[in-house]
């Protein structure tokens, strides 16, 4: 079993920044891939960006691309993203995921853990 737990979150407004964390413990060697997606009110789950456990492979959303960035921290089994010029369009709950499998990022269903879950608002 892995647990994730996201921290970070909170109100900013538009331009600011934000660093949300993901911290994983349990079986954390058995994780491929963590991913953060987020969810708006009224609006279907959104991924936003994507770590291989190496590092090597890196994704990102194109509603974020040149904004966030996504890393990671092995020695301390976390995931960051940093969240630069934020929008009011960003606002959400972002959620951390891990799978121990390859397959298509974007698929929820791809994902064998999930944390609770982190507000970020932005206002205008």
């Known amino acids: 079993q892995v647990q994730l737990v996201e921290s970070g979150g909170g109100l900013v407004q538009a331009g600011d920044s934000l660093r949300l964390s993901c911290a994983s413990s349990g079986r954390t060697g058995s994780i491929y891939a963590t991913t953060w997606f987020r969810q708006a009110p009224g609006k279907e789950r959104e991924f936003v960006a994507t770590i291989t456990w190496s590092g090597a492979n890196i994704y990102y959303a194109d509603s974020v691309k040149g904004r966030f960035t996504i890393s990671r921290d092995n020695a301390w089994n976390t995931v960051y993203l940093q969240m630069n010029s934020l929008k009011p369009e960003d606002t959400a709950v972002y959620y951390c995921?891990?799978?121990?499998?390859?397959?298509?990022?974007?698929?929820?269903?791809?994902?064998?853990?999930w944390g609770q879950g982190t507000q970020v608002t932005v206002s205008s």
């Open positions: 995921a891990a799978t121990q499998r390859v397959g298509d990022w974007h698929w929820g269903s791809l994902y064998n853990y």
